[in-house]
């Protein structure tokens, strides 16, 4: 089946660093991958949406100059989070769809637990 | 505007009794539905989904949902329960089929299963 893999799965960075997050489809590709946001025992926040090619789209309330989105090939998109502070700590998951099929259910990450101290 | 409502932030089961997991949607068009499941500090992993062919659908693991458009639901039954099934499982809406299609997801059923 559909891999996705994230790298890293935890990170823990000091406060105004920048952590970079990445996301790989790894047997198929993802024109469209999703960045999402998961606060403790809480559902999914969609965060942007990352489009091979061109800018991502952002939902509202998200800082695109925080969090930036680069989707440079066609098997991975990255997150980065820059000056990070320690309400940035949360669970981050991204996800992906394979382009070859129409109404393809999205593939997620293992996630990355990321902890700004 | 669409929208998921799971009934029940917490079920508990005795393993071998049935699990129900209650999913409500609103969406202005015939939607497609999802039932994924997520272990502690992991993705998640999709069980089933609804595209509107076959309005019974089975997942993964033993799991079914059946599309009811008149009560707009999509509730996730099991007839057994497995400790293995212990999780969180969240339902999921999507309006569209395109290649962009956003999903909205219901806050989440966390599912504790009993010896």
């Known amino acids: 089946g559909a891999v996705v893999s994230q790298h890293p799965s935890r990170v823990i960075c000091k406060s105004g660093t920048s952590v970079k997050i990445e996301c790989r489809s790894l047997?198929?590709?993802?024109?469209?991958m999703f960045w999402y946001r998961q606060f403790p025992k809480q559902s999914l926040m969609l965060m942007a949406t990352?489009?091979?090619?061109?800018?991502?789209?952002?939902e509202q309330g998200v800082e695109k100059d925080k969090f930036l989105i680069n989707h440079a090939s066609l098997t991975l998109s990255t997150l980065t989070v820059t000056s990070a502070h320690p309400e940035d700590s949360s669970f981050y998951i991204c996800?992906?769809?394979?382009?070859?099929?129409?109404?393809?259910?999205?593939?997620f990450g293992n996630g990355t637990r990321l902890t700004v101290t | 505007a669409q929208s998921v409502t799971q009934l029940g932030s917490h079920v508990s089961v005795s393993e071998g009794a049935l699990v129900l997991l209650r999913c409500n949607y609103s969406?202005?068009?015939?939607?497609?539905l999802f039932w994924y499941v997520q272990y502690p500090n992991q993705g998640l992993q999709l069980l089933l989904k609804?595209?509107?062919?076959?309005?019974l659908v089975k997942g993964i693991n033993g799991f079914e949902a059946e599309f009811k458009k008149s009560e707009t639901s999509f509730h996730l039954t099991k007839p057994s329960a497995h400790m293995s099934d212990a999780a969180e499982y969240f339902c999921?809406?999507?309006?569209?089929?395109?290649?962009?299609?956003?999903?909205?997801f219901g806050k989440g059923t966390l599912l504790t299963v009993n010896p």
């Open positions: 990352s489009n091979e090619g061109s800018k991502a789209t952002y």
């Open positions: 996800s992906a769809r394979d382009a070859g099929h129409l109404i393809s259910p999205l593939h």
């Open positions: 047997d198929f590709q993802a024109t469209t």
């Open positions: 969406s202005s068009v015939p939607p497609y």
């Open positions: 999921a809406v999507s309006d569209s089929g395109g290649s962009n299609y956003k999903l909205t």
């Open positions: 609804y595209t509107s062919a076959a309005t």
